[in-house]
């Protein structure tokens, strides 16, 4: 059974770092797409960034590129996401996810992957 178990959030003033952690199991993060979602309240979850399985070829959101870095350790089967220059409005609760599916969408849609972690919460203050 796919397991997906986030850590390392926090609360941080503006202009700080985060580095979140993503510990899979029985998904290999060397063959499977994953991905950082996050979900503000009474907003929608919004794909971050992904990271491709075998081509670790990395998509981000518009609104994170430049300060966000995902990356993945095959040894440790951890995936992360190093947020540097984190604003208030990066709040959000941020979760993991795998098993894209182009069928479903983008690899920044949250439909187009079927597995999620329980998240982990970011809170920025000004």
């Known amino acids: 059974q796919v397991q997906l178990v986030e850590s390392g959030g926090g609360s941080v003033q503006a202009g700080g770092s985060l580095r979140l952690s993503c510990a899979a199991s029985a998904v290999s993060v060397s063959r499977y797409s994953m991905a950082w979602f996050r979900q503000a309240p009474g907003k929608e979850r919004e794909g971050v960034a992904t990271?491709?399985?075998?081509?670790?070829?990395?998509y981000y959101a518009g609104s994170v590129k430049g300060r966000f870095t995902i990356s993945k350790d095959s040894a440790k089967n951890t995936l992360y996401l190093q947020m540097n220059s984190l604003k208030p409005e990066d709040t959000a609760m941020y979760y993991c996810?795998?098993?894209?599916?182009?069928?479903?969408?983008?690899?920044?849609?949250?439909?187009?992957?079927?597995?999620w972690g329980q998240g982990t919460q970011v809170t920025v203050s000004s």
């Open positions: 996810a795998s098993h894209f599916t182009a069928s479903r969408g983008t690899v920044l849609d949250a439909a187009a992957f079927t597995h």
């Open positions: 990271i491709g399985g075998t081509s670790g070829r990395t």
